[in-house]
């Protein structure tokens, strides 16, 4: 497959010559070596991006759509391909890449492929004699950067609603896991997209990214990662009159009240953390259950998460693979030191897996640690398989334990009580509630955050949003024009 930058529908090698080595987390193995964008090669594509945006804005969003829908079947086409190169790069099993991760991407592009000519404006009532309508015009130059934990489905969260709504998109995939990026790129090509249309750059946050970012001719730029580098962005974004949309980190509050059923919320629970082990911003990061069900929950949430199966990624049987990078693994475990320094109690995990297989891969253990509220692993994101467990007597405790953090991303509500659940949901500070369930997500449905989580929406009609702006057009049908200077 092709490791060049992606730039005006040509596979290119970066200005600077230089090359980044991808590898593998199950072994360290090396799997490429990437071309490395530059600021020079952000400059060539936000080039490319903007001859190919007047025809692509002045297509017909039928036919714009018809391509996203094109791109929808050839990723399903490819899915197997693109599957086993995900778990390579990341770390995902590959029951993983492909039950969610390759088919969330196709959905997604079929969703906003559907929704390219069906986003409408609307016409306001305004004075008499007046005809006011709204048209919603694309921006110009998206610039998307991405983090490394799904680097597929991303590429399809930031580019399809974009695209859709008539956008050209210059994109920044993760230095770490840059390889269905530019596989999709490839297939874009195929595909029959113009050229410029979509721009490919692996590249390092503080180069490319930070070009992307200061770009003059950039209009938007879409986060998604870490939240101080989200904030540095927004700062740099500013001094150009830059729209920023953040999608930052996480701390999931994941609230199993005393009537829960306990069997659906232990197995949404585990679900909710160790999925993608634990690499999610939406992750049921931590536990907070009622003091009276505590142990009977944990002694089968334990048992659960103790037989849950790390391994090899490429096996079918395997449920929990490594971390995505030597560097994260270090940094999840770290918190575990943190965590008993803080008089934190390691209920599971808290280490390597034994098994020698293992030795030369990024492998942490499905790991729950019993916290103090107010503490470092209550409060910081941790982002791996690391689930903190606190306890509570009261709702209003309980709410209180949730909103602790500066965060509000995604929470999790279980009960049976519906009165509760619906007031619980309102005073959650999430963007994203699940009551009796965790971490689903739909094209349609609006994905992001508050607070410490960032700004703006993922997904559905406020994506849409996102990528256009709105256009008043004031009709004069039969209303006079009273003279404002009598004497003209
Ligand atoms: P990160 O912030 O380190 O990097 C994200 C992206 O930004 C990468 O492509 C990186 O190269 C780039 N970058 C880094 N410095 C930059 C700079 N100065 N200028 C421009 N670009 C720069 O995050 P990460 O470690 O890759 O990802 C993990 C984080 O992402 C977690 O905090 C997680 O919660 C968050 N995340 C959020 C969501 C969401 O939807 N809210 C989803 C997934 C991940």
Known sequence: MQTQLFIDGAFTDGVEGRTIEVFDPHDGSLIANVAEATGADVDRAVAAAKRAYPAWKSMAASDRGRLLL????????????????????????????????VPRTAAQFRYFGGMADKYLGSVVPVDRGFLDYVIREPLGVV????????????????????????NCVVMKPSELTPMTALRFAEITAEVGFPPGVINMLPGYGQTAGARLVSHPDVAKISFTGSTPVGRMIAGQAAVNGTRVHLELGGKGANIVFADATLPKAVGGTAFGIFHNQGQACIAASRLIVHESIADEFLERFLALASSIRVGDPKSPDTEMGPLTSPMHRDRVLSYVKIATDEGGEVLLGGKPPSDPSLAGGCYVEPTVVRAKPGTRVTCEEVFGPFMTVQTFSTDDEALAIANETDFGLGGGLWTNDLSRAHKMARELNAGMVWINS??????????????????????GFEAMHEYTEAKAVWVNIDA?????????
């Not at 610039?143 to 859709?164: E, T």
């Open 70 to 101: 094109k791109l929808a079947d050839a990723i399903e086409a490819n899915a197997e391909e693109l599957a086993q190169l995900e778990t390579r790069d990341t770390g995902h099993p590959i029951r993983d890449s492909r039950g969610l991760d």
């Open 143 to 166: 610039g998307s950067i991405v983090p490394w934990n799904f680097p597929l489905m991303f590429v399809s969260w930031k580019m399809a609603p974009a695209l859709a709504a008539g």
């Open 438 to 459: 965790y971490k689903r997500a739909h094209p349609g449905s609006p994905f992001g955050g508050m607070g410490s989580s960032g700004y703006g929406r993922e997904m």
């Open 480 to 488: 006079d024009i009273p003279p404002f200077y009598p004497r003209g």
